[in-house]
């Protein structure tokens, strides 16, 4: 019988360990308050000439178990997790994987087109495309001095 090892790194020499201590592990408590405790996936929003761009990291969520809703300025970015039920002759040794959903909500604002947002799920990655509004200009008039 194999079994499989975890390999936590336990003995770290100082430098190593300060090196832990004032550079990743406050870089990932924040990740893992966030991801864990709140359930948040992170998520990118760049914003180019036209539109606003929206990458929510979801990886494993097939697109079925989404759910994108625009409320009044609020747009709802949730996601439940489908539980594919546990196999009766399999004995879990190690479980990291979660089935937790997720809610993410975010302002929209009236420079947005509502009616043409666009949600596309590929690799483990939701993008939304927010298009920009065209703006409406004032038309130019010339007066004339008397």
Do not use: C, W
Request: glycine share 6%; aromatic share 8%; no cysteine.
């Amino acid at each position: 019988m194999t079994y499989v090892k975890v390999n936590n790194h336990a003995t770290k020499n100082f430098d190593g360990l300060m090196k832990d201590i004032f550079n990743e592990i406050p870089a990932s408590l924040g990740k893992t308050f966030r991801e864990d405790v709140l359930g948040f996936p992170p998520v990118n929003i760049t914003e180019s000439a036209s539109a606003y761009h929206l990458e929510v990291a979801a990886p494993g969520i097939e697109k079925t178990d989404f759910n994108i809703k625009l409320e009044g300025t609020l747009l709802v970015i949730s996601a439940v997790k489908k539980d594919e039920g546990s196999h009766e002759n399999v004995k879990s040794i190690r479980k990291e994987f979660s089935n937790k959903g997720f809610k993410r909500s975010f302002t929209v604002d009236e420079k947005i087109e509502a009616a043409n947002i666009e949600a596309k799920y590929e690799n483990g990655i939701l993008k939304l495309t927010l298009p920009k509004k065209e703006e409406i200009k004032a038309a130019s008039k010339d007066i004339t001095i008397q």
